[in-house]
């Protein structure tokens, strides 16, 4: 019996029927995923936000599957072809390629020379030779010779019957189907380098002579070499066998062929057509089915590498959205420049700008002293707490300038943190940072950015396509469609679980909450600004085309510091309120001394409150929600240090132990900024003394890290680091042949420089932005090379 979509989508979950089709309806009649998994567990049955997405997105497929069955069974039956064997096949498809194989015989086509040679009348030729081989091929032939049908002659005939029989071998599903998974599990992918392309071609010289299987190609390697074919560096082929040594190269036809045979009863026992039949099943291979799977595994190829590149992506720009913040303190923003200046933004606790400069620190200028004062003046004005410097070009050198401001005024008690300016200029130059920032100049909208996404990386990054914020690898090679879905997806967890303040919020960050529109995000800061603030949450029925289905989707999501009702300012959602006036009953506390009561919260017993409409999951989040309302799921703020007097590759020497900011995360490993301009990458294989199977699982952007250099190649700009610090130290000084003993011995580096490891600034955590994506050049010294690692960037 064909499973059903929602009995395929739950067994596939490993969950009940009742619950995919609860979680189908609530999505057909306008649930936003963060809504059900927050606040229709008792529907779904408890149905995370990772299941509900996974359900999601195959609800999407196999709807998309169930339309295209249904124009294939159309299409077959307009032809007067469709019988209920055929039917019973295409219903029982349960995938895509599966229903096209079907579909492939039936499908209109140009004319072939297989229909040419059928309406010449010489598929009784060919069904004859085929069922019976002790048929002599040209005494055969001589007989459909017929001028008239453009069958000059007994080859003509031949060929013909071949072209018929080619294509009926290559249009049979269940032979197409098994020979695609044999060439999947034993094919694999080669590349060369093009005559006269390896110098330009550089970047993809891991790629010149490489050949792996498919099923251990990574979604880097995968998209490097169709980068680089792309690119028209390299030749790239998918080889249907394993490699195999010279001497063990077997004559004969392949395994491929002997399996096309069996399949139509080709078998060469010396009668007179066996040896035609034989060269008819070669040709078949090789001039049609091969190149047939060829461009479907070259497909399937590009997806397995795109759906891990998207995974990736995502995973990393949830971690660069929910990094800590650095929370309502006044922040001087600086985007650093040589010739044009540095840009100067200050904006307040709330994010508003209350001043702007801008300053020629540098060279050619020169005006440093100049340049201090003004920074000095207007901290000292503005109680500026926080400089954020953007990681672009001369930041280094404005962070020298920064580190002597505060080192000159101790007293202004100023910390500067290296901020991320991946996306800010796509940001300045938006329709939105116009209209947000119409007095500004696009330069200086920049430094505005760079501050506020320090406050709050959250609400600053939501103004920006997340594919421009870098954070991926090979974006540029992805699907378009694919990317965005998943990316905004991500965008709407993110901030639908960390909540709104409704009352600050912009009109880019409330599109991303569950439920509201851009057209009611507008409609809600329009109301704010000439209503004034937010009392409560039931004030927001009173918005402009705010209904009730809006406001059941939203409600629970915005949050109202210092409203009417102390619940506005938690995740409770209004629904709930009852719930909660049974257990202030209960205790008989006011609603002001029960929030944040852990000792009388945890004496609740969840099963006495819950109802029909409110279940004991619901009940169970409200009393947490109680003990800490309103709490942010983000990391606490933290900030890396770079070493001092190290601003360049060439400033780096093997062995030195840098602090620095995970800036991206990889399926080989961690991009990390150590503050040379240049990311510095930790191969997978240099993160850990045990095997690592997700960088992920020990790296996320934003994590602040102590990693010590291998190597340094200034020419290709690439910096291999290691996360295993005193195994690394270890190694090296045996090759060197010192002295000395175990792991916590302290080396030399090769600078003669005293390399202890010792730092002042915090270890850990995550920083409130992550440095430059290591999208450009990323790094790998030969050790990694002979590790396995190949990016082909």
């Known amino acids: 019996m064909t499973l059903s979509i929602h009995q395929r989508i739950a067994e596939e979950l490993g969950v009940r029927d009742g619950q995919v089709q609860a979680a189908v309806d609530l999505l057909d009649g306008g649930a936003t995923v963060p ?80 229909q040419i040679a059928r309406e010449a009348g010489l598929q009784p030729l060919a069904d004859t030779l085929l069922a019976d081989p002790t048929q002599d091929p040209q005494a055969l032939a001589a007989t459909f010779v017929d001028a008239d049908k453009g069958v000059a002659d007994q080859a003509a005939a031949l060929d013909g019957a071949r072209s018929i029989l080619v294509e009926q071998f290559g249009e049979d599903a269940d032979l197409i189907g098994g020979l695609r998974e044999q060439m999947w599990s034993r094919g694999r992918l080669v590349a060369k380098v093009r005559d006269g392309k390896q110098e330009d071609g550089a970047k993809f010289a891991d790629y010149f002579d490489f050949s792996e299987p498919f099923t251990k190609l990574p979604s880097h390697r995968i998209l490097a070499m169709f980068r680089g074919e792309k690119e028209d560096f390299l030749e790239v082929t998918l080889e ?51 190149v047939h799977l060829g461009i479907d595994l070259r497909g399937r190829l590009r997806q397995v590498a795109e759906d891990e590149a998207v995974r990736v992506f995502a995973s990393n720009l949830r971690d660069l959205l929910l990094a800590a913040p650095a929370g309502s303190r006044a922040t ?109 100049d696009v330069s200086i909208r920049g430094a505005v950015s760079i501050a506020r996404r320090l406050q709050d990386p959250l609400a600053e990054l939501v103004k920006i396509d997340p594919k421009s914020i870098g954070v991926g690898q090979y974006q540029h090679d992805l699907s378009e469609l694919k990317l965005s879905r998943s990316l905004d997806a991500v965008v709407e967890d993110c901030v639908n679980g960390v909540g709104v303040d409704v009352n600050t919020a912009s009109a880019p960050l409330l599109t991303r909450v569950s439920g509201i529109s851009e057209t009611l995000a507008e409609n809600i800061v329009l109301h704010r600004d000439g209503n004034g603030p937010f009392r409560s949450r039931k004030a927001l029925k009173d918005v402009a085309r705010l209904g009730p289905k809006a406001f059941e989707q939203c409600a629970g999501f915005l949050r109202i510091p210092d409203g009417d009702d102390p619940l506005d300012s938690s995740s409770v959602h209004p629904e709930a309120y009852p719930v909660v006036r049974r257990i202030l009953e209960s205790t008989g506390a006011e609603i002001t001394k029960l929030i944040g009561d852990s ?86 294989s ?20 102590r990693v010590k250099v291998l190597d340094i190649d200034i020419p290709r700009k690439r910096i291999s680091l290691t996360l295993r610090l005193e195994d690394e130290a270890e190694t090296r000084q045996e090759q060197r042949g010192q002295s000395g003993g175990g792991g916590g011995n302290r080396q030399r580096n090769d600078g003669g420089q005293r390399n202890d490891g010792r730092r002042n600034a915090p270890r850990g955590g995550k920083s409130g932005q992550s440095g430059q994506s290591g999208q450009s050049g990323g790094a790998m010294a030969e050790a990694l090379r002979r590790a396995g690692f190949n990016n082909g960037h």
């Open 599 to 684: 000792a009388t919260l945890r004496t609740l017993r969840p099963q006495t409150f819950a109802d029909d409409t409110f279940g004991l999951p619901t009940v169970t989040d409200i009393i947490k929600e109680l003990e800490k309302p309103g709490r942010d799921p983000r990391p606490a703020f933290k900030t890396a240090t770079f070493k001092e007097g190290v601003d360049k590759i060439a400033d780096l020497v093997q062995g030195m132990v840098l602090e620095g900011v995970v800036t991206n995360v990889a399926a080989f490993g961690a991009f990390v900024d150590v503050g040379v301009h240049q990311d510095g990458l930790v191969h997978v």
């Open 240 to 290: 249907p066998e394993e490699e195999r040594p010279e001497e063990d190269v077997r004559p004969g036809p392949s395994d491929y062929e002997v399996r096309i045979a069996s399949r139509f009863g080709v078998d060469d026992r010396g009668r007179p057509a066996d040896k035609w039949l034989t060269d008819t099943v070669r040709w078949a291979w090789r001039t049609r089915i091969l």
């Open 35 to 114: 809504f059900i998994a927050r606040y229709r567990k008792e529907v779904t049955g408890t149905l995370d936000d990772t299941q509900l997405r996974t359900l999601e997105e195959r609800l999407r497929y196999l709807r998309e599957l169930e339309e295209r069955r249904a124009a294939v069974l159309e299409s077959i039956e307009s032809q007067g072809k469709l019988d209920d064997a055929l039917r019973a096949q295409v219903l029982a498809a349960d995938t895509k390629a599966r229903l096209e194989d079907i579909y492939l015989p039936y499908k209109p086509k140009r004319r072939t020379k297989a």
């Open 332 to 440: 001087m923003g600086l985007d650093p420049g040589f010739r044009t200046g540095v840009k100067v933004a200050v904006v307040d606790a709330t994010g508003k700008v209350v001043d702007k400069d801008t300053i020629y620190p540098h060279v050619p200028a020169q005006r440093w002293t100049e340049a201090l004062a003004s920074l000095a003046r207007l901290a000292k004005q503005h109680s500026v707490e926080l400089i954020a410097i953007g990681n672009g070009t001369a930041s280094r050198e404005t962070d020298k300038l920064a580190e002597e401001l505060i080192k000159l005024h101790p007293e202004l008690k100023l910390t500067k943190v290296m901020v991320s300016e991946a996306g800010a200029s796509v940001y300045s130059a938006s329709a939105y940072a116009s209209q947000e920032l119409p007095s500004l």
């Open 686 to 705: 240099a993160m850990s003394r045990t095997f690592v199977k997700d960088p992920r699982d020990v790296v996320k952007p934003g994590d602040v890290v």
